[in-house]
């Protein structure tokens, strides 16, 4: 269903933001997720966006405002590599 709404050409004055960047939403920087989850904030089909998604279990990417991975929404993108052996601990 979202894949018909995100390839229709005509939505009359609904601008979808996802269209302009397609691929910032499928990054694998997590500043650039960090982006494409900020540019959803506003979009006018995110909940549907969002809902449909997870119903289709998306395999990864941005969707809805969220981060998708293996079909489950995820708060953050890990960087690549290993994590370091002596993390500093994270402020809550």
Partial sequence: ????????????EIEIPCRQEP???FAEAP???????????????REQCLAEAL???????VWGGELLVSG??????RPRGRPRKNAEPVAA
């Fill in 55 to 61: 119903e289709r279990r998306e395999p990864w990417g």
């Fill in 23 to 25: 691929d910032l939403f």
């Fill in 1 to 12: 269903m979202l894949a018909s709404v995100l390839e229709t050409s005509s939505f009359g």
């Fill in 72 to 77: 489950k929404v995820v708060e953050r993108k």
């Fill in 31 to 45: 500043a650039d997720v960090e982006a494409a989850k900020a540019i959803c904030q506003d979009c006018p089909v």
